[in-house]
Nanobody, 124 residues
Framework: QVLLVESGGGVVQAGGSLSVSCAAS????????MGWFRQAPGKEREFVAF????????YYADSVQGRFTISRDSGKNTVHLQMNKLKPEDTAVYYC?????????????????WGQGTQVTVSS
């Protein structure tokens, strides 16, 4: 009953920037927790960033702290991830996720809805 659709993935050279977006539709709630995860081939799904929809509180993985920024557009039910100073190790499929509880979580098992993912490739 909640549809999440990512967009904005692509190929960028190391040191460059890219922004990905997640549009939510259907049954959405203002107190949802929204997260970005990523998964590279052969690796587990990894937490990237979180934002509480109601309060706007954010949290980042250490690996992206200072380089990535998560934000929300309440009017458009959209969450964005601005990625700067990209590194080859940032290459992955990036997934948008939502959880009914608005509390921060880094665990993918605690999220209820997922988008299909968008590929981000950073060339060296």
């Amino acid at each position: 009953q909640v549809l999440l659709v990512e967009s904005g993935g692509g190929v960028v050279q190391a040191g460059g920037s890219l922004s990905v977006s997640c549009a939510a539709s259907g049954r959405t709630f203002s107190n949802y927790g929204m997260g970005w995860f990523r998964q590279a081939p052969g690796k587990e799904r990894e937490f990237v960033a979180f934002i509480n929809w109601a309060g706007g509180v954010t949290y980042y993985a250490d690996s992206v702290q200072g380089r990535f920024t998560i934000s929300r557009d309440s009017g458009k039910n959209t969450v964005h991830l601005q990625m700067n100073k990209l590194k080859p190790e940032d290459t992955a499929v990036y997934y948008c996720a939502a959880r009914l509880m608005g509390l921060m979580s880094t665990r993918h098992s605690e999220y209820d809805y997922w988008g299909q993912g968008t590929q981000v490739t950073v060339s060296s």
